[in-house]
């Protein structure tokens, strides 16, 4: 593993709008320079992709752009980014995908030039290498598609480079309904880490050729797949708190491999990576609700330096279309972020208390994103000595302050939970911390649901 050490080691400086190695736009937006700023992001509402349906899909991304623009600049905005999550439809035919960069980064660039106002567009294209089955992570026909859309896609415009990578999400699924943390660590720490050394060592490859900025990573599919079934009530919520915690391990990856952030937000583990490394991070919290439910919508924003929702359809609202609602909602919160920041130390390090305090013991997945247990915790990875010993440090510390907080009589855990404290325990401290050892005690389990030479195994 690159990092032994943290790059953040106390929770003051663990803080919103302010990274150790900020990152600049092409327009000139400093991201963990000293304020938070929005990130959009938005989606088609319910329809078809086609060439027949084309001219109205790229009428939608230019409205949702011109109409956001506008707004922003009428909230006296300092700029935003726009991520542009593709659909299957657009990176499967890239020649989607690009065109509706472009559209975009067009009316990014007027506004640009015409009223000075700053906007970038971060390119996230979906991994389309789950529609094989099983997934072939390395020769898979889909990789063509995403590869062009990366390179084409980031020349008309497409300034941040992200993914929601999938590698090892076909042994991770089961593993989430079975509440299987063996399994879990293997499908992250072992699978995921040697799939996103393939992947971003491409990306990165691809963002330096076009003077481009590898954002990062997300376990969106992992963690927050997790976060969802356990609000459902289907795992506990401690698990899927220990599964956040072990995805982080598994996204530091994009960070060794060269990208520098903000890393992607809605696999909620950029904290860590921020502690550890001191790149910029995107964070998604209440105004996420538009897709997903959480017990994170405050806390989330303690050390954030872009400050985004989740995917809102473009739909229309009683004041307007929805994609405009949530960047005035998010522009309200950086507002406030910024505003905190300008008072002084004290009081932005008050506000991020608040944040933190007023989600941290409501659920042990908050507790674990508190500024004090992100530093813990993150000490514990770079303590580890390869990224199974990183996974297995981490996820015991965080199932140790959960085990604090819940003695204290602190933290909101229903009793039907709190066997899985000791149960995890046990789980953890079982696993081979060797790769090779670890492999071989994993391939009977689970050697049918995954092809290991795709992996490199």
């Given at each position: 593993?690159?990092?032994?050490?943290?790059?953040?080691?106390?929770?003051?400086?663990?803080?919103?709008?302010?990274?150790?190695?900020?990152?600049?736009?092409?327009?000139?937006?400093?991201?963990?320079?000293?304020?938070?700023?929005?990130?959009?992001?938005?989606?088609?509402?319910?329809?078809?992709?086609?060439?027949?349906?084309?001219?109205?899909?790229?009428?939608?991304?230019?409205?949702?752009?011109?109409?956001?623009?506008?707004?922003a600049q009428h909230l006296y905005s300092n700029g935003v980014i726009f991520e542009f999550e593709t659909l299957l439809e657009m990176t499967q035919t890239p020649a989607y995908g690009?065109?509706?960069?472009?559209?975009?980064?067009?009316?990014?660039?007027?506004?640009?030039?015409?009223?000075?106002?700053?906007?970038?567009?971060?390119?996230?294209?979906?991994?389309?290498?789950?529609?094989?089955?099983?997934?072939?992570?390395?020769?898979?026909?889909?990789?063509?598609?995403?590869?062009?859309?990366?390179?084409?896609?980031?020349?008309?415009?497409?300034?941040?480079?992200?993914?929601?990578?999938t590698g090892g999400k076909e042994i991770h699924d089961e593993a989430l309904m079975m509440c299987d943390i063996k399994q879990v660590v293997f499908a992250l720490s072992v699978l995921?880490?040697?799939?996103?050394?393939?992947?971003?060592?491409?990306?990165?490859?691809?963002?330096?050729?076009?003077?481009?900025?590898?954002?990062?990573?997300?376990?969106?599919?992992?963690?927050?797949?997790?976060?969802?079934?356990?609000?459902?009530?289907?795992?506990?919520?401690?698990?899927?708190?220990?599964?956040?915690?072990?995805?982080?391990?598994?996204?530091?990856?994009?960070?060794?491999?060269?990208?520098?952030?903000?890393?992607?937000?809605?696999?909620?583990?950029?904290?860590?990576?921020?502690?550890?490394?001191?790149?910029?991070?995107?964070?998604?919290?209440?105004?996420?609700?538009?897709?997903?439910?959480?017990?994170?919508?405050?806390?989330?924003?303690?050390?954030?330096?872009?400050?985004?929702?989740?995917?809102?359809?473009?739909?229309?609202?009683?004041?307007?279309?929805?994609?405009?609602?949530?960047?005035?909602?998010?522009?309200?919160?950086?507002?406030?972020?910024?505003?905190?920041?300008?008072?002084?130390?004290?009081?932005?390090?008050?506000?991020?208390?608040?944040?933190?305090?007023?989600?941290?013991?409501?659920?042990?997945?908050?507790?674990?994103?508190?500024?004090?247990?992100?530093?813990?915790?993150?000490?514990?990875?770079?303590?580890?000595?390869?990224?199974?010993?990183?996974?297995?440090?981490?996820?015991?510390?965080?199932?140790?302050?959960?085990?604090?907080?819940?003695?204290?009589?602190?933290?909101?855990?229903?009793?039907?939970?709190?066997?899985?404290?000791?149960?995890?325990?046990?789980?953890?401290?079982?696993?081979?911390?060797?790769?090779?050892?670890?492999?071989?005690?994993?391939?009977?389990?689970?050697?049918?649901?995954?092809?290991?030479?795709?992996?490199?195994?």
């Amino acid at each position: 593993m690159k990092f032994n050490k943290l790059a953040i080691g106390t929770p003051e400086e663990l803080l919103f709008g302010n990274a150790l190695y900020p990152v600049s736009t092409r327009r000139g937006l400093v991201i963990g320079g000293g304020s938070v700023i929005p990130e959009l992001n938005f989606t088609l509402p319910p329809m078809s992709i086609n060439k027949d349906t084309f001219p109205e899909v790229c009428e939608h991304y230019r409205s949702i752009i011109t109409d956001a623009c506008e707004h922003a600049q009428h909230l006296y905005s300092n700029g935003v980014i726009f991520e542009f999550e593709t659909l299957l439809e657009m990176t499967q035919t890239p020649a989607y995908g690009i065109e509706l960069v472009k559209i975009m980064n067009d009316i990014c660039e007027e506004n640009y030039q015409q009223h000075g106002f700053k906007s970038e567009i971060r390119l996230t294209p979906n991994d389309l290498r789950e529609f094989d089955r099983p997934p072939l992570c390395r020769t898979s026909k889909y990789l063509d598609a995403m590869w062009e859309l990366f390179d084409k896609g980031s020349q008309a415009g497409g300034d941040l480079l992200s993914i929601e990578s999938t590698g090892g999400k076909e042994i991770h699924d089961e593993a989430l309904m079975m509440c299987d943390i063996k399994q879990v660590v293997f499908a992250l720490s072992v699978l995921g880490v040697r799939d996103m050394k393939m992947l971003w060592s491409k990306i990165v490859s691809i963002a330096k050729r076009n003077n481009r900025l590898a954002g990062g990573d997300t376990a969106c599919g992992f963690a927050n797949t997790a976060m969802v079934l356990a609000e459902k009530g289907f795992i506990p919520k401690i698990f899927a708190a220990v599964v956040r915690v072990v995805s982080a391990v598994r996204t530091l990856v994009a960070i060794e491999e060269g990208a520098v952030g903000p890393d992607k937000d809605c696999g909620y583990e950029g904290p860590f990576l921020k502690a550890i490394t001191g790149t910029p991070i995107s964070m998604e919290g209440k105004a996420s609700a538009c897709a997903h439910f959480s017990p994170l919508g405050n806390i989330a924003a303690c050390c954030c330096d872009l400050w985004s929702n989740e995917s809102v359809q473009n739909v229309k609202l009683l004041s307007g279309m929805a994609p405009t609602v949530s960047l005035e909602q998010l522009e309200y919160d950086a507002r406030l972020f910024n505003q905190a920041l300008k008072a002084g130390k004290p009081q932005a390090r008050m506000l991020q208390t608040l944040l933190s305090d007023s989600d941290r013991l409501l659920d042990p997945q908050a507790l674990i994103l508190a500024p004090e247990n992100v530093i813990a915790i993150a000490g514990e990875i770079v303590k580890g000595e390869n990224y199974i010993d990183a996974s297995v440090r981490a996820a015991q510390k965080a199932v140790n302050l959960i085990d604090d907080a819940f003695r204290a009589g602190q933290l909101a855990v229903s009793e039907m939970e709190s066997p899985w404290i000791d149960m995890l325990r046990q789980s953890l401290a079982e696993i081979p911390t060797d790769e090779s050892a670890f492999v071989e005690e994993m391939l009977p389990l689970c050697s049918d649901k995954f092809i290991p030479s795709e992996y490199g195994l």
